[in-house]
């Protein structure tokens, strides 16, 4: 087994239960190149859950990481209209509360888009990206949490503890359980 396998193998055995079961089976395929510009692509199919990552230099961390954070594409692609509305809810409350940063540098860059200008902040198709960049990236912090010890990043790019910890609490909610199942 490689050092990828063996890492997101760690990774996928911290997912809640609820997370699991949502997701379904959860397969994954690694490959090598440096001409494709992208890190990531997953598909749905049957109740199952396939990713292909590119290892192209990314360390077998960042590459469990990034398998998290289409496990949180997906998870968001199922949620309901009621958990969505709570997602974009909460969010809605940062922005009140001034909060700036972000869990991760995807969802800064689209929040960052979001208040650009105000026909942007009232663009339902960019508040839906910004909330899918957002959630997928606390649901891969969320179970990242689980599989070992984190640091906070700190500063204006990144969310404050309390914040972390508001979202975690809105995860927790929803998917409470962490499972010891290894992925297939």
Same mark, same amino acid.
């Given at each position: 087994? =490689?050092?990828?396998?063996?890492?997101?193998?760690? *990774?996928?055995?911290?997912?809640?239960?609820?997370?699991?079961?949502?997701?379904?089976?959860?397969?994954?395929?690694?490959?090598? =190149?440096?001409? %494709?510009?992208?890190?990531? &692509?997953?598909?749905?199919?049957?109740?199952?859950?396939?990713? %292909?990552?590119?290892?192209?230099?990314?360390?077998?961390?960042?590459?469990?990481? %990034?398998?998290?954070?289409?496990?949180?594409?997906?998870?968001?692609?199922?949620?309901?209209?009621?958990?969505?509305?709570?997602?974009?809810?909460?969010?809605?409350?940062?922005?009140? #509360?001034? @909060?700036?940063?972000?869990?991760?540098?995807?969802?800064? +860059?689209?929040?960052?888009?979001?208040?650009?200008?105000?026909?942007?902040? *009232?663009?339902? &198709?960019?508040?839906?990206?910004? *909330?899918? *960049? =957002?959630?997928?990236?606390?649901?891969?912090?969320?179970?990242?949490?689980?599989?070992? +010890?984190?640091?906070?990043?700190?500063?204006?790019?990144?969310?404050?503890?309390? @914040? @972390?910890?508001?979202?975690? +609490?809105?995860? &927790?909610?929803?998917?409470?359980? #962490?499972?010891?199942?290894?992925? =297939?």
């Amino acid at each position: 087994m =490689s050092d990828y396998d063996e890492m997101i193998r760690s *990774a996928l055995a911290c997912l809640p239960e609820s997370m699991a079961q949502r997701l379904g089976e959860i397969s994954y395929t690694l490959f090598e =190149s440096e001409e %494709e510009d992208v890190a990531s &692509r997953w598909r749905a199919e049957s109740g199952a859950i396939h990713v %292909e990552l590119n290892i192209s230099d990314v360390s077998p961390h960042d590459c469990a990481l %990034e398998l998290l954070t289409c496990l949180g594409q997906a998870l968001w692609e199922s949620a309901g209209n009621a958990e969505r509305r709570s997602w974009l809810h909460l969010l809605q409350q940062e922005m009140e #509360a001034g @909060v700036e940063g972000e869990i991760d540098e995807a969802a800064i +860059d689209e929040k960052r888009q979001v208040l650009s200008s105000p026909v942007l902040a *009232a663009s339902p &198709r960019r508040l839906e990206q910004y *909330a899918l *960049a =957002s959630f997928a990236g606390t649901a891969a912090e969320y179970v990242h949490a689980f599989w070992h +010890d984190v640091e906070i990043r700190e500063g204006p790019d990144y969310l404050a503890a309390e @914040v @972390v910890r508001q979202r975690f +609490d809105w995860m &927790r909610d929803r998917f409470p359980e #962490a499972s010891k199942k290894a992925a =297939s």
